[in-house]
Every structure is written in C-alpha cells, then in structure tokens.
C-alpha cells in the first residue's frame, strides 16, 4: 500500500462525536481515516462525509459485506486496510475473514483492498509490549482497531487530528459519570467508561486494554505531531 498524507483527520467511532458539529472541519482534512463499520450517512454534521482509508477488524468484515453496495461501490475511493488473527486471515483457502474479502475484491475489481501481514500483527504486539512492558497474549489482552489505526496512520501521515477519542483519566473525572455511548452509531449501546473499565479490568477472554492504549497514546502524542481535538488532551 503506497499512501501518504500531509494531514489526517483520525475519527473515533465513540458517542463522544455525537453533537460535535465537526464534521466541516474534519473533511477539510487531507486524509479522513475511520474505523470499521462507522457510518458517514446520517451524521455528516458532527463526523463528516469523507472516508479516504478505513481500518477494519476481522470481526466487522461481515458487517460491510452485510451493506457491501454501500462500502464497496459508493465509496469505492475508499482504501480499506483489513486486520486479524491467522485463523481468520490465512492465505490458504482455509481463513474464512480472507476468503469473503476475496469474494469482494473480484466482485468490485476497482476498490482498493489490503490486508495486515502476520508480521505486522507481530510488530504491533512487540510495540504494545515495548511500551507497556505486558506481553499481549499472557495478559489475555487483544489490541483494539484504534491501536492499529494510531500505528498506521503514524505511518501515512505527517500530522494526525484526532477526533472522539478520550484521554486514560477521563473515566475517573466528574466528566466521566455522563452517560456516551461506546459507539455514535449506536446511541442506547453500551456506555463506554463502563465497557472500558470492563474491559481494563477483565483477567480473561478477548479483551481490549482500552485505558492502556490511551496511556501509550498520550506518550506518542509527545513523540510526534498528534494531537487530540475533541475532547481535546
């Protein structure tokens, strides 16, 4: 995948967009990168309607093959970066993930579709480890998509907007008691301190370290040019 941007508008999937009104200012943006199934329609206003790159979890794939017309050919100037484990990805014939984005890819030739090598999926876990100093699997920890979508768009972009995405105390603060749902999309879903302190505080299953991530967040925002708009750290 050869991308490159000057400036990125990264948007967060959380309820902390909903009446944001920012969705002018994020489509003036060189690059919009979203993340899995968010959708533009209906919320142009507060998240705008721009998608240049989409960064997708195994597990939402069959959510855009579900709404594959919409994804797949109206915004097929979309480009689309795919992640998961091998069992889901393999290349073989047997990753079930892999073989319905084959499906896609010859169903709509002209979208440009890629997917996270096993190696990158290592290096991301060797960077969690690096600045955690937790090894991923021993902790039963699973990187969430916003964790690959900071690397990546690290990777593609000289500066990085970021927006809906909240800071590591946010949950404890007085701030933290309002009710926002997890997802924009999603407004009676799950409310997302409590689904990020279950998460964080979870010793088994598939979890993500939602408050973790923040924290390395933070620390890269320092390293380089990120900066977090709404709210704003």
Same mark, same amino acid.
């Given at each position: 995948m %050869?991308?490159?941007?000057?400036q990125c508008?990264?948007?967060?999937?959380?309820?902390?967009?909903?009446?944001?009104?920012?969705?002018?200012?994020? %489509?003036? +943006?060189?690059?919009v990168?979203?993340?899995? +199934?968010?959708p533009?329609?209906g #919320?142009?206003? %507060?998240?705008?309607?721009?998608?240049?790159?989409?960064?997708?979890?195994?597990?939402? =794939?069959?959510?855009? =093959?579900?709404n594959?017309?919409?994804y797949?050919?109206r915004?097929?100037?979309?480009?689309?970066?795919? /992640?998961?484990?091998?069992?889901?990805?393999?290349?073989?014939?047997?990753?079930?993930?892999?073989?319905?984005?084959?499906?896609?890819a010859?169903?709509?030739?002209?979208?440009?579709? #890629?997917? =996270?090598?096993?190696?990158?999926?290592?290096? *991301?876990?060797q =960077?969690?480890? &690096?600045?955690?100093g &937790?090894?991923?699997?021993?902790?039963?920890?699973?990187?969430?998509?916003?964790?690959?979508?900071?690397?990546?768009?690290?990777? @593609? *972009? %000289?500066?990085?907007?970021?927006?809906?995405?909240?800071?590591? +105390?946010?949950c404890?603060?007085?701030?933290?008691a309002?009710k926002v749902?997890?997802?924009?999309?999603?407004?009676?879903?799950?409310?997302?301190? @409590?689904?990020?302190t279950?998460?964080?505080?979870?010793?088994?299953?598939n979890?993500?370290?939602?408050?973790?991530?923040?924290q390395?967040?933070?620390? /890269?925002? &320092?390293? #380089? +040019?990120?900066?977090?708009?709404h709210?704003? /750290?």
């Amino acid at each position: 995948m %050869d991308v490159h941007c000057n400036q990125c508008a990264l948007v967060s999937s959380s309820g902390q967009m909903l009446s944001a009104g920012l969705g002018e200012e994020i %489509d003036k +943006n060189q690059c919009v990168i979203r993340m899995n +199934n968010a959708p533009t329609v209906g #919320y142009e206003q %507060d998240v705008g309607s721009r998608t240049s790159l989409r960064v997708v979890s195994h597990t939402s =794939v069959p959510l855009l =093959v579900k709404n594959e017309l919409y994804y797949f050919h109206r915004a097929a100037d979309t480009t689309y970066v795919f /992640w998961g484990p091998d069992r889901n990805m393999r290349q073989d014939g047997k990753g079930p993930i892999f073989n319905a984005l084959l499906k896609i890819a010859k169903k709509y030739p002209d979208v440009r579709l #890629y997917a =996270v090598t096993s190696e990158a999926i290592q290096y *991301c876990d060797q =960077v969690f480890q &690096k600045e955690t100093g &937790k090894n991923r699997m021993q902790t039963g920890a699973f990187l969430s998509t916003g964790f690959f979508t900071m690397i990546l768009a690290l990777d @593609v *972009c %000289d500066s990085i907007q970021v927006y809906g995405m909240i800071d590591d +105390n946010h949950c404890t603060q007085p701030k933290g008691a309002q009710k926002v749902p997890y997802h924009y999309y999603k407004p009676r879903g799950p409310d997302e301190c @409590v689904t990020y302190t279950q998460h964080e505080s979870s010793r088994r299953g598939n979890h993500h370290r939602f408050i973790t991530e923040k924290q390395v967040f933070a620390r /890269w925002a &320092k390293q #380089y +040019n990120v900066t977090f708009v709404h709210p704003s /750290w």
